[in-house]
């Protein structure tokens, strides 16, 4: 396993690699570009190949519904969902409103 971080090379003398993914810090939801090149016995390096991988976020966020328990008859009310949230780096961009009854 191995930690990339942008911009410095790994060496190994195996033709894989996983890459590492921490749980404090994993790759961000987004494109990340990764590349190869390969040396043979003669020190004689290839051309870069490139691939880019899409992580993407799959954990669903979590709602939080409050509201008063009671209204006087004809007062106006506020719902908040202030307290929902998406695990981190996610945040929540549109709140969906029904009245189901």
Not at 11 to 23: F, S
């Amino acid at each position: 396993m191995a930690k990339f971080i942008p911009g410095q090379e790994i060496a190994t003398n195996t033709p894989t690699i996983e890459v590492t993914n921490d749980a404090s810090k994993p790759l961000t939801p987004g494109r990340h570009r990764f590349r190869l090149v390969v040396e043979d016995d003669s020190g004689n390096k290839s051309e870069p190949s490139d691939v880019e991988v899409i992580v993407v976020d799959k954990a669903k966020p979590t709602a939080v519904l409050d509201a008063p328990t009671t209204v006087a008859y004809g007062t106006s009310f506020t719902l908040s969902g202030t307290r929902s949230f998406d695990l981190a780096p996610g945040k929540i961009t549109t709140y969906h409103w029904v009245q189901i009854s």
